[in-house]
């Protein structure tokens, strides 16, 4: 989805190093998350954001760490790289103010991040 | 959130009927079953959603029976770009958590 991006698309680092990846949306949504994939596996999510004030950790949050900056900035970041953080990763975001009780969230074009 | 089931791959031709099926056994009455699609080095897209019964879009149609413990994603005469992993999910996906658990996926692939 154009309205999502991240940045960087790719990145390639060294072990102990910190690493940031950023994710805007131009849709307005309240909510904010992050995936990361695996070759061969479904995405696991990281963290996620329902609003500037509110952090959430996932399923897999151990040496990961988040900023919401702003309703349309959520940012990722590894405080010191390892080669098994080496992963497709996604940031995706969902609007609950619609009608109903759906929730159907939209992804960006993901970041590559190889740690050697 | 409640664990899903679906095949690992399937294979298929251009302009056949392709029907996926999940497993849901220990659906809640609030869930929602929610189908993603996500092609290679791209994130996932939302195909269809639904609750009960049968919803079609302009895409896909799903298949709820009443028990709602499975559902099937239909994809009427795929063509080669429908090649792709195909993701079922179920959860309360306005409430709470609002988290998606994503399982392996089906991977597709549609030959000529």
């Known amino acids: 989805d154009a309205d999502v991006t991240q940045t960087p698309r790719n990145r390639i680092t060294k072990t102990g190093k910190r690493i940031m990846l950023e994710c805007s949306q131009t849709?307005?949504?309240?909510?904010m998350y992050w995936y990361r994939q695996d070759p061969g596996l479904g995405l696991q999510l990281i963290y996620y954001?329902?609003?500037?004030?509110?952090?959430n950790k996932g399923e897999i949050s151990d040496g990961y760490s988040v900023s919401r900056q702003a309703q349309a900035k959520f940012s990722l970041s590894l405080e010191s790289a390892i080669p098994n953080q080496t992963a497709l990763y996604f940031c995706?975001?969902?609007?609950?103010?619609?009608?109903?009780?759906?929730?159907?969230?939209?992804f960006g074009p993901g970041t590559r991040l190889t740690v050697l | 959130l409640a664990k899903t089931t679906q095949p690992i791959s399937m294979d298929s031709y251009e302009g056949q009927e392709v029907n996926i099926t999940c497993s849901h056994n220990?659906?809640?009455?609030?869930?929602?079953i929610t189908w993603y699609q996500q092609f290679p080095s791209q994130g996932p897209r939302f195909i269809i959603q639904?609750?009960?019964t049968k919803v079609t879009n302009e895409v896909a149609s799903l298949f709820i029976p009443a028990d709602r413990k499975s559902s099937t994603l239909s994809l009427p005469r795929v063509s080669l770009s429908d090649t792709a992993v195909y993701y079922c999910?179920?959860?309360?996906?306005?409430?709470?958590?609002?988290?998606?658990?994503f399982g392996q996926g089906t991977t597709l692939q549609v030959k000529p």
């Open positions: 995706a975001t969902s609007d609950l103010r619609r009608l109903g009780p759906t929730d159907t969230q939209y």
């Open positions: 849709k307005g949504h309240d909510r």
């Open positions: 954001s329902f609003d500037v004030k509110d952090i």
């Open positions: 220990n659906i809640a009455t609030n869930d929602y």
């Open positions: 639904g609750y009960k």
């Open positions: 999910l179920v959860g309360d996906m306005g409430g709470n958590t609002g988290k998606l658990i």
